[in-house]
């Protein structure tokens, strides 16, 4: 029976259905993380720079964004199920191809494909709990979710490395199948339909892009989008350049990147479970608001250290877990609040709120990959500019067509 959108939030501390939408969102992360040990390996197997190992995360990522364009109003007039089916069979499909792929531009084609079909999941995880639940509620299951999605970023790179060391990096495409094929499974054995089929309106073209045109419209659902999506696009610079960071330009060994990498994603999973607490007790938009500070002023001030050549692996370690951990609180609270007036295009909302936030992603990872300096500073200057930019558009844009929307809500 799918429930109401009034739900106040999950019954228990991590029901079934919220840990099978939370195994579809990490399988982004999961995806890009378990690799990330490799890129110094695949590079020197296929005789290639890192620049060009980079853009196989760079394709993914495209893969991410376009694709869920699609999903979304398909979820919307067939159900939430098929859609994940289509995508979830591509994931498994694009991932074998991975496997086998004999040189850097084959790996390049076949992480797009496989990002193609990865999307699904997290489009439709997000326009799941829009279904079942409300604003406060979904603040809470978006936090609560990163329990499963924070494990990603944790053991992903350790299983990547240890893979790496005893195996090579084509097991690790063939694991990520695997849970490709476990997760469509699951899906297709538990997973229970929460859209109204009698609700469902016909899928035309027309009407789908007007629907992506209202939503842009929408001031509050595309600033909100553009806040969690910026501090997205840092957090995405930080996986793209992480590595050469931390194992060329810092001596960190491929198999003991994991650790620094799951400290990181260790904070964020703290600070979304935090998160999840507060909810209920303080406005959205206030802890929002809050969260912004930290990356924005830390970030800044690591990136004039390096331009100034005085800083260390310690004070790059402090940038990264300052800025990720806050992403716990940023993340949930802007999704929230961007869907909460979307129940009747829930799936569209979701697609485009994807596709902002992950061609933000996409924007930084190049932006950082072209101005590739043997450095530092590019990652820190990208990550900067994307936690003061989250900053000042929540303040001077979001907060305040929110504040208005919610006044005219308590006149009416």
């Given at each position: 029976m799918?429930?109401?959108p009034d739900t106040?939030g999950?019954?228990?501390?991590l029901p079934?259905?919220?840990l099978?939408?939370?195994?579809?969102?990490?399988?982004?992360?999961?995806?890009?993380?378990?690799?990330?040990?490799s890129?110094?390996?695949i590079a020197?197997?296929f005789?290639?720079?890192s620049?060009?190992?980079q853009?196989?995360?760079?394709?993914f990522l495209?893969g991410?964004?376009v694709?869920q364009?699609?999903?979304g109003?398909l979820?919307d007039?067939?159900?939430?199920k098929p859609p994940?089916?289509?995508?979830?069979?591509?994931?498994?499909?694009?991932?074998?191809a991975?496997?086998?792929?004999?040189?850097v531009t084959?790996?390049i084609?076949?992480r797009?494909?496989?990002?193609?079909?990865g999307?699904?999941?997290?489009v439709?995880?997000?326009?799941v709990?829009?279904?079942?639940?409300?604003?406060?509620?979904?603040?809470?299951?978006?936090?609560l979710m990163?329990?499963?999605?924070?494990?990603?970023?944790?053991l992903?790179?350790?299983?990547?490395?240890?893979?790496?060391k005893f195996w090579?990096?084509?097991?690790?495409?063939?694991?990520l199948?695997?849970?490709g094929?476990?997760?469509l499974?699951?899906?297709?054995y538990?997973?229970?339909?929460?859209?109204d089929?009698?609700?469902?309106e016909?899928?035309?073209?027309?009407?789908t892009?007007?629907?992506?045109?209202?939503?842009l419209?929408?001031?509050?659902?595309v600033?909100y989008?553009?806040?969690?999506?910026?501090m997205?696009?840092?957090?995405?610079?930080?996986i793209?350049?992480?590595s050469?960071?931390l194992?060329?330009?810092?001596?960190i060994?491929?198999?003991?990147?994991g650790?620094?990498?799951?400290t990181?994603?260790f904070?964020?999973i703290?600070?979304?479970?935090?998160?999840?607490?507060?909810v209920g007790k303080?406005?959205l938009?206030?802890?929002?608001?809050r969260?912004l500070?930290l990356?924005?002023?830390?970030?800044?001030?690591?990136a004039?250290?390096?331009?100034?050549g005085m800083?260390?692996?310690?004070?790059?370690?402090?940038?990264?877990?300052?800025y990720?951990?806050?992403y716990?609180f940023?993340?949930p609270?802007?999704?929230?609040?961007a869907?909460?007036?979307?129940?009747?295009?829930?799936g569209v909302a979701?697609?485009l709120?994807?596709?902002?936030q992950?061609?933000?992603g996409?924007?930084a990872?190049?932006?950082?990959?072209?101005?590739?300096?043997g450095?530092?500073l590019?990652l820190?200057?990208?990550?900067?500019i994307?936690g003061?930019?989250?900053?000042l558009?929540?303040?001077?844009v979001a907060?305040?067509?929110?504040?208005?929307?919610?006044?005219a809500?308590a006149?009416?």
């Amino acid at each position: 029976m799918t429930n109401t959108p009034d739900t106040p939030g999950p019954e228990k501390l991590l029901p079934g259905w919220l840990l099978l939408l939370g195994a579809l969102t990490a399988i982004g992360s999961l995806s890009i993380d378990m690799y990330l040990p490799s890129f110094p390996t695949i590079a020197q197997q296929f005789g290639v720079g890192s620049n060009l190992v980079q853009l196989t995360l760079a394709s993914f990522l495209v893969g991410l964004a376009v694709g869920q364009m699609f999903y979304g109003p398909l979820s919307d007039r067939f159900g939430r199920k098929p859609p994940l089916y289509v995508g979830m069979t591509l994931y498994l499909l694009g991932s074998l191809a991975c496997m086998v792929s004999q040189d850097v531009t084959a790996l390049i084609v076949s992480r797009f494909l496989q990002g193609l079909g990865g999307c699904a999941g997290m489009v439709i995880a997000r326009a799941v709990i829009r279904d079942r639940l409300g604003t406060t509620g979904a603040a809470k299951a978006f936090s609560l979710m990163m329990l499963v999605m924070g494990l990603a970023p944790i053991l992903a790179p350790l299983i990547g490395g240890s893979v790496l060391k005893f195996w090579g990096w084509r097991v690790i495409f063939g694991g990520l199948a695997a849970f490709g094929l476990c997760c469509l499974l699951a899906i297709h054995y538990t997973m229970q339909e929460t859209l109204d089929r009698h609700k469902a309106e016909p899928l035309h073209l027309g009407r789908t892009l007007k629907q992506y045109g209202r939503l842009l419209l929408d001031r509050q659902f595309v600033s909100y989008s553009l806040v969690g999506g910026l501090m997205q696009g840092g957090m995405f610079a930080y996986i793209t350049g992480s590595s050469f960071v931390l194992i060329e330009l810092h001596g960190i060994k491929p198999e003991h990147f994991g650790f620094v990498f799951g400290t990181n994603a260790f904070g964020l999973i703290a600070a979304s479970q935090i998160n999840a607490r507060l909810v209920g007790k303080y406005a959205l938009d206030t802890i929002l608001g809050r969260a912004l500070w930290l990356p924005a002023i830390l970030t800044l001030l690591v990136a004039v250290l390096v331009a100034c050549g005085m800083s260390n692996l310690p004070i790059l370690l402090i940038g990264f877990f300052g800025y990720l951990a806050c992403y716990g609180f940023i993340s949930p609270n802007a999704s929230a609040i961007a869907l909460s007036q979307q129940g009747k295009q829930a799936g569209v909302a979701s697609a485009l709120m994807g596709t902002l936030q992950f061609s933000l992603g996409i924007a930084a990872g190049i932006g950082m990959s072209l101005w590739h300096d043997g450095t530092a500073l590019p990652l820190m200057v990208v990550m900067a500019i994307c936690g003061a930019s989250g900053l000042l558009l929540h303040r001077f844009v979001a907060r305040p067509e929110h504040r208005r929307l919610s006044q005219a809500a308590a006149r009416a």
